[in-house]
Structure formats: C-alpha cells, structure tokens
C-alpha cells in the first residue's frame, strides 16, 4: 500500500466549490492539477474550509500524495490527486497527522 504524504504547493480556487488547482514546484519547472479541497492542508498544516482561499488569491499549502516509490537518490516518485505521477526530493515529503 503506497505511504500517504503531503507535498508543499500553492493553492488557489478552481471553477467548482470544492475544487482547488495547486502547483508544484519540481526541479525541472512547476505542474499544476486539481484535487478536492478535503486532498489539501493550509500553510499550518490546517485542512482547508470552505472559503480558503479567497477568490483570486493564491495561498501556500500542501497537497496531499502517496508515494509509489523512494530512490537511493533522495527522489521519490509520488501520485497526486490529479493522478499525476511526479519525481521530486523526498525530504520534501511531510506527515501531517
């Protein structure tokens, strides 16, 4: 069963009430999905209410992900809400309970 993490991101409104686009930044550029508000915590590691973030603003945060696979580089290959498939530094990854 993959390990459930969360990875740093920027979130702001989607076009559905319960939906949030997030970005990542990776090393090779940034990637962005969408999730539902309940995959994504605030800044203080807070899950996200129904208003957050306001309309046109763009909050850090996290999203969650399972990771797939860890590498003897310090990389992990993780999946995001979005089903996308992501490489980025492990110790990037955090618990949040």
Known sequence: ?????????????????????????????STA?????????????QPLDADSPAPGEKIRGFVQCHVIQRAADGTATIEVPSTDMLHVPADELVSIG
């Open 1 to 29: 069963m993959p390990e459930s993490l969360f990875l740093p991101c920027q979130i702001e409104r989607g076009a559905f009430s319960s939906e949030r686009v997030f970005e990542i930044t990776l090393a090779d550029g």
């Open 33 to 45: 999905g969408l999730a539902n508000v309940r995959y994504l915590r605030n800044e203080s590691q």
